[in-house]
């Protein structure tokens, strides 16, 4: 199941500056909470109020340049980070670590998911400008979703009110970005409807990268979270198909997939999928399933990569994390409850407490083609991000690739 894209309009896409996202549409966000799905929405009075701004904003693609000073010297092959920075809000960390962490510092490309822009959530804070301001990079933003708002979980308790209420993705680049476009992917799940009310969907952003060795073309994806396991593959088989009309350059694929092998569309389906795994064994899917996406439960996804000529098993690190549960995290059992009853919370701690209380999942990828992996430490998973105090930057561990084109 898909939902109908309701501001999805090519002729509005638009690229300049941030002030392309400034609106007013604050003003209508008391009314259109009370809607209770995206047919209710399409069908209201208000949704004509609010379509040309939504449509706007929903198609443009906010982009900065760099001051041009790249002294790199002689190139011998790409570096290439894909991180889900979880919203930005440990932004100052965030910062610093692309600046001066051995394993994150000085990329040629950073492929970021989950940026706010106006979030009091994140400090209101413009997240891709400032990474690429403090980082002296190239960007592009495309946001995803104007968020009515401030957030699930403990992120609706945050302090203050949000100012452009947008979210979005982005990639950062040391060398000149051109063609830069994005796509719609459609909603595996009303996101008018629930505890997390949003206008819009999530896109992939395209642009051709300028780089010393050649040129090639870089993709950044954030796959559905909310969906079936075969909502991913459309998402990324849309994706692919788009790739396919475009002129051939080597090709860069990356991002959050959200390859967590569960079907969350809805409650009931997320519990049934639970209950599979618990009759699988929590040792056996913890061991082989969680970490290894590709295996059995979102192996479609991954042999349609395959299928089409795209490399993923030698840019990734198999079997290992990216996104890390533990029973004792507050915060993260408080935004599981948005959409996990809590009659379900005894037996989710037995299970994950059967493998010593922490369960990861590889949910972060690279695929290529046209690119080849360069030495023996070309990929790697870099986990323990945190700031000064201990606090993580995010709940995803990034991602680093070098490829020859």
């Not at 408080?334 to 999942?361: E, H, K, Q, Y």
């Amino acid at each position: 199941m898909h939902f109908k894209i309701l501001f999805d309009d090519p002729k509005a896409a638009v690229i300049g500056p941030p002030e392309l996202l400034d609106h007013s549409l604050s003003q209508f966000f008391f009314e259109l909470l009370r809607i209770e799905s995206t047919p209710e929405l399409s069908a209201s009075p208000i949704f004509q109020e609010i379509r040309s701004d939504a449509t706007r904003i929903l198609n443009s693609i906010v982009v900065g340049e760099n001051s041009g000073r790249v002294n790199d010297g002689k190139r011998e092959y790409v570096s290439a980070l894909a991180w889900n920075i979880e919203r930005g809000n440990q932004l100052d960390g965030i910062i610093a670590a692309l600046k001066d962490h051995d394993g994150l510092r000085e990329k040629d490309l950073l492929l970021l998911t989950e940026l706010d822009h106006g979030m009091a959530r994140s400090g209101n804070r413009n997240v891709a400008e400032e990474i690429a301001a403090a980082l002296d990079l190239n960007y592009a933003f495309a946001p995803v979703y104007i968020a009515l708002q401030k957030g699930s979980g403990v992120e609706s308790e945050v302090a203050g009110e949000n100012t452009n209420s947008i979210h979005g993705l982005a990639m950062f680049s040391k060398y000149p970005m051109r063609n830069i476009h994005a796509i719609p992917l459609p909603n595996g799940k009303d996101k008018m409807w629930g505890k997390e009310k949003r206008l819009g969907h999530l896109r992939a952003l395209f642009a051709d990268i300028e780089h010393p060795l050649g040129t090639f073309r870089a993709v950044s994806v954030h796959l559905d979270a909310h969906c079936s396991r075969a909502h991913r593959r459309l998402q990324m088989k849309l994706i692919l198909d788009h790739l396919d009309t475009l002129p051939k350059l080597p090709t860069l694929i990356g991002g959050d997939w959200n390859t967590t092998g569960f079907n969350s569309q809805s409650s009931t389906r997320a519990i049934m999928g639970y209950w599979r795994r618990v009759f699988m064994g929590p040792k056996n899917v913890a061991k082989n399933h969680l970490p290894h996406p590709e295996r059995f439960f979102e192996k479609p996804l991954f042999d349609d990569l395959e299928r089409r000529g795209y490399e993923f098993r030698k840019f990734n690190e198999l079997g290992v994390g990216t996104l890390h549960y533990d029973v004792g995290s507050i915060e993260k059992n408080t935004n599981l409850r948005d959409w996990v009853p809590a009659w379900c919370f005894p037996f989710i701690f037995w299970a994950a407490n059967r493998v010593g209380g922490r369960v990861s999942g590889r949910l972060d990828w690279f695929a290529g083609k046209g690119i080849e992996a360069v030495g023996d430490n070309a990929v790697e998973t870099i986990g323990e991000l945190t700031t000064e105090d201990g606090t993580p930057l995010s709940d995803h561990d990034a991602i680093t690739l070098r490829f020859s084109i």
